[in-house]
């Protein structure tokens, strides 16, 4: 078993930045790819960003150049740095991390304030 914290959301004007952080813990001697997704409301939940063991990157298009995910193996924690923050991007963001299985953290609120 996998357990993720999240830490770093919460309420930023347009323009804005936020990092947020996932530590993992519990039975990770195999972590592959980690990342987030984000689910706004009334919206299916969607690939923000993923970053694989050997640093290898991919970003939904709506956050390029805006975000920036980057991983700690010593850490085991995977960031998501957020510049440039509009209203749209308002949503929980989820961790999710992959190792054998998939593995959920349980959640974020961005708010983006116009």
């Known amino acids: 078993q996998v357990q993720l914290v999240e830490s770093g959301g919460g309420l930023v004007q347009a323009g804005g930045s936020l990092r947020l952080s996932c530590a993992a813990s519990g039975s990770i001697s195999n972590l592959n790819v980690m990342g987030w997704y984000r689910q706004a409301p009334g919206k299916r939940r969607e690939l923000v960003a993923i970053?694989?063991?050997?640093?290898?990157?991919n970003y939904a298009d709506s956050v390029k150049g805006r975000f920036t995910v980057s991983r700690d193996n010593a850490k085991n924690t995977v960031y998501l740095q957020m510049n440039s923050l509009k209203p749209e991007d308002t949503a929980v963001y989820y961790c999710?991390?992959?190792?054998?299985?998939?593995?959920w953290g349980q959640g974020t609120q961005v708010t983006v304030s116009s």
């Open positions: 999710i991390v992959s190792a054998g299985a998939n593995y």
């Open positions: 970053i694989t063991n050997g640093g290898g990157t």
